[in-house]
């Protein structure tokens, strides 16, 4: 440590509440170390309320960057300076980059989670897709689906307080991606669910079920699965939820969260840096 933090080091943060159990500072740590960059990454618990002081200090310090968590994504589009098409369609940011003094704020679990397929052998582009949900994980994805070329988004979500941020981004999106179809449908209409599994060449979960404690439940009808349908999960824990696995076995390509948490990791270390993360050495050290 005391060969790797100097008077020139860098700085870069996760802010939020809580942060104790993140894994982001290991994670860069190792990396910045790995590729011989100046940089530190330390985790500070903020609340919203605590959201302008926060931007003061990434200026007065000159932080390169870093990460907002909950509850403060919101509030961090707020305050940069700009936003990533993403990030301005959805209204929150995940990531900050700041060049110069000028903050840029990104969100990147979609552009993760689009990269994870694409590593795995699939092209969004020009494909018909059904993403179950419409919390956080589930809008970023349906956006970037929509920003990468996919023909088709169809939203299903249970009848709760989502359901309304499932139209809001339809209409968003109608005006900012309007070649991509984006319908929203309620979770509990089973024929229509069917329907748009029978009609999709990818399907998503990007709710909590399947999540522990849900992890007995799967929301998609394993008789739906077809040879030539992807099946992506977002839950990673655990790695293979039921839905994964009754995929494997009905022969889909099946997908499931893991890849998509590293792909995160692995595109905001290059907003960082500019550099590809070194991903078989941080799999090795995290083993
Ligand atoms: P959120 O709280 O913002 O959204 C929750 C979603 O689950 C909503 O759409 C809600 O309607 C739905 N839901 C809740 N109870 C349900 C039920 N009984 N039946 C059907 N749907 C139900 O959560 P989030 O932050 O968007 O996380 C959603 C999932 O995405 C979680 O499983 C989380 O682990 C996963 N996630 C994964 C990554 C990753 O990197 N792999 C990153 C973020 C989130």
Same mark, same amino acid.
């Given at each position: 440590m005391e060969r790797r933090i100097n008077g020139h080091t860098g700085l870069l943060a996760l802010f939020g509440?809580?942060?104790?159990?993140?894994?982001s500072p290991a994670m860069y740590n190792f990396s910045f170390q790995h590729d011989g960059l100046d940089y530190a990454y330390m985790a500070f618990d903020v609340n919203v309320e605590q959201m302008p002081a926060v931007f003061d200090s990434i200026r007065l310090f000159k932080m390169r960057g870093g990460n907002f968590t909950m509850p403060c994504k919101n509030i961090a589009a707020e305050l940069v300076d700009k936003l990533s098409p993403a990030a301005e369609i959805i209204g929150a940011c995940n990531v900050f980059v700041n060049d110069d003094g000028v903050i840029t704020g990104h969100i990147t679990d979609g552009v993760g989670f689009v990269k994870n397929l694409e590593v795995n052998g699939?092209?969004?582009?020009?494909k018909k897709t059904v993403v179950l949900g419409a919390g956080g994980a589930a809008t970023a994805i349906q956006v970037q689906l929509a920003l990468d070329g996919a023909s088709e988004v169809a939203i299903f979500n249970i009848d709760d307080e989502f359901y309304a941020r499932a139209e809001s981004t339809k209409e968003k999106l109608a005006t900012r991606c309007p070649e991509c179809k984006v319908t929203v449908e309620h979770l509990e209409d089973k024929e229509a669910l069917a329907a748009a599994v029978n009609n999709a060449d990818i399907v998503i979960n990007a709710t909590?079920?399947?999540?522990?404690?849900?992890? &007995?439940?799967? *929301?998609? &009808?394993?008789? *739906?699965?077809?040879?030539?349908l992807v099946v992506a999960d977002?839950?990673?824990?655990?790695?293979?939820t039921k839905m994964i696995l009754e995929a494997e076995e009905a022969g889909c390509q099946a997908i499931g969260g893991k890849g998509m948490l590293l792909y995160q990791g692995v595109v905001n270390y290059s907003l960082f840096t500019g550099k590809d993360f070194p991903i078989e050495e941080y799999q090795k050290f995290q083993a």
């Open positions: 509440t809580p942060v104790g159990h993140s894994g699939v092209d969004v582009k020009g909590i079920m399947g999540m522990k404690p849900h992890e &007995d439940v799967t *929301l998609i &009808d394993k008789s *739906l699965f077809r040879k030539d977002t839950v990673y824990n655990p790695e293979k």
